[in-house]
C-alpha cells in the first residue's frame, strides 16, 4: 500500500516561482534514492533532479541553479523548488522513489500520480 503523492503544482508566469513536495505513505521500512522526473506533452519523461537519503543531489542540466531538491528522511518527503522559471519547464512532475518496504523488505521503484506545472509566457 505503499503510495507517493505529489502537490504543490500549478500555474505561474515565467520567471516565477513554485514549489513541489511528494510525501511517501504506507508500511515503510525506509525510503532510498528519490526523485523528480518530468513528461511534457509529445517528450519522454526526463530526469530532473534525484537526492540520495545522505542528502547528495544530482540535477539535469536544463533546471541545474534554478531548481533545488531536498528531503526530509523523518517524514519520507522530498521537495522541489523551481525558480525562474521559464515556459519550456511545462510538464507533468512526478516523483519517484526506491522504497523497502514492510513486511517482506522488498525493495521497489514507485511513481507518484503526478503535478501538473504549467508557465506562461
Known amino acids: 500500500q505503499v503510495q507517493l503523492v505529489e502537490s504543490g503544482g500549478g500555474l505561474v508566469q515565467s520567471g516565477g516561482s513554485l514549489s513541489l513536495s511528494c510525501g511517501v505513505s504506507?508500511?515503510?521500512?525506509?525510503?532510498?534514492?528519490m526523485g523528480w522526473y518530468r513528461q511534457a506533452p509529445g517528450k519522454q519523461r526526463e530526469f530532473i533532479a534525484g537526492?540520495?537519503?545522505?542528502?547528495?543531489?544530482n540535477y539535469a542540466d536544463s533546471v541545474k541553479d534554478r531548481f533545488t531538491i531536498s528531503r526530509d528522511n523523518t517524514k519520507n518527503t522530498v521537495y522541489l523548488q523551481m525558480n525562474s522559471l521559464k515556459p519550456e519547464d511545462t510538464a507533468v512532475y512526478y516523483c519517484?522513489?526506491?522504497?523497502?518496504?514492510?513486511?517482506?523488505?522488498?525493495?521497489?521503484?514507485?511513481w507518484g500520480q503526478g503535478t501538473q506545472v504549467t508557465v506562461s509566457s
Open positions: 519517484n522513489a526506491d522504497i523497502k518496504a514492510k513486511p517482506f523488505g522488498n525493495e521497489y521503484n514507485y
Open positions: 504506507g508500511n515503510i521500512f525506509r525510503t532510498n534514492l
Open positions: 537526492i540520495t537519503r545522505g542528502g547528495s543531489t
